[in-house]
């Protein structure tokens, strides 16, 4: 079996069994090797993300790829949220499976053209593109920019016929970071892209969404759940459990503590999003 392989691979597969794929952000050797261990555990797909400003595209292709590559479960190493040419390039060339092309703050024709530069420079060397249409906004500005940015279908069906993406992140009423207000997901519009678009869809934002609607999301056809937020915010409420009553404290035991928080809510969405035992 390989074991490094491209995110198109995984999605395809979540696509037609109707479960999605966790991609949670990693930046370094441990929470990489942190997010393997969870989906070795769970005997799931796996694609591990990188947002570029948590660290260097190359120095992390070096290390995701040689835990990917033997690793006991399938593993994509994916570049999140690229914003350049220049950083799809770089990370086409270090070695990661897939990338996203994000310019889904650009107007359609020009968000259109970009990424379909990137896709027939990816797609000549097998690796996988993701790109967004309509626009998943930060949560401080929730009220703000749900309703301005959710996707329309008319556009997503054009969309993906002329970039020939390998998935679409849509935005169906989530929300990067912590949310301010409740989160309103919009099934029908989700509903309606799952009808007319042939590619897997992709939900960024889904920290602080519930349970539920992550739930939703998928049977409704979200086959990538992007995830940070959460991880993170498990990570240190478990340093806040160990730092209680504590008189000394030890690096090793912090680190540990750390990685133990963001792995555990990891294993909670593999099984949320039904990618348990999908190998
Ligand atoms: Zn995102």
């Known amino acids: 079996?390989?074991?490094?392989?491209?995110?198109?691979?995984?999605?395809?597969?979540?696509?037609?069994?109707?479960?999605?794929?966790?991609?949670?952000?990693?930046?370094?050797?441990?929470?990489?090797?942190?997010?393997?261990?969870?989906a070795e555990q769970e005997n799931a797909p796996l694609i591990i993300a990188l947002y570029p400003v948590m660290a260097n595209i190359e120095?992390?292709?070096?290390?995701?790829?040689?835990?990917?590559?033997?690793?006991?479960?399938?593993?994509?190493?994916?570049?999140?949220?690229?914003?350049?040419?220049?950083?799809a390039i770089r990370a086409i060339r270090s070695g990661y499976t897939s990338i996203m092309v994000d310019r889904s703050q650009l107007p359609f024709d020009d968000n259109v053209r970009e990424v379909k530069e990137i896709v027939k420079i990816a797609h000549a060397v097998g690796v996988a593109v993701e790109a967004e249409l309509?626009?998943?906004?930060?949560?401080?500005d929730y009220a703000k920019t749900r309703d301005c940015g959710l996707t329309r279908?008319?556009?997503?069906?054009?969309?993906?016929?002329?970039?020939?993406?390998?998935?679409?992140?849509?935005a169906v009423g989530t929300s990067h970071g912590i949310y301010c207000g409740e989160p309103k997901i919009d099934f029908e519009l989700l509903k309606a892209l799952k009808e007319k678009i042939n590619v897997p869809l992709v939900l960024h934002g889904s920290s602080g969404t519930g349970d539920?609607?992550?739930?939703?999301?998928?049977?409704?056809?979200?086959?990538?759940?992007?995830?940070?937020?959460?991880?993170?915010?498990?990570?240190?409420?478990?340093l806040i459990e160990y730092m209680?009553?504590?008189?000394?404290?030890?690096?090793?035991?912090?680190?540990?503590?750390?990685?133990?928080?963001?792995?555990?809510?990891?294993?909670?969405?593999?099984?949320?999003?039904?990618?348990?035992n999908r190998v």
């Open 153 to 170: 279908v008319d556009e997503a069906i054009r969309f993906v016929q002329e970039t020939q993406v390998d998935c679409l992140a849509v």
């Open 134 to 140: 309509g626009h998943v906004g930060q949560g401080k």
């Open 1 to 38: 079996m390989r074991l490094l392989l491209t995110m198109k691979e995984l999605l395809d597969d979540a696509n037609r069994n109707n479960y999605a794929v966790v991609a949670p952000n990693a930046w370094n050797e441990d929470t990489i090797r942190t997010a393997i261990e969870a």
């Open 59 to 87: 120095e992390f292709a070096s290390i995701a790829c040689k835990f990917a590559s033997v690793s006991k479960v399938p593993v994509a190493v994916h570049l999140d949220h690229g914003s350049r040419f220049d950083e």
């Open 212 to 238: 539920e609607n992550i739930a939703k999301c998928v049977t409704e056809g979200i086959n990538k759940i992007n995830l940070f937020t959460d991880l993170d915010l498990s990570a240190s409420e478990k």
């Open 244 to 276: 209680t009553d504590k008189r000394s404290i030890r690096i090793v035991e912090i680190c540990n503590v750390l990685y133990n928080g963001y792995k555990e809510k990891l294993v909670h969405n593999i099984r949320l999003v039904r990618s348990n």
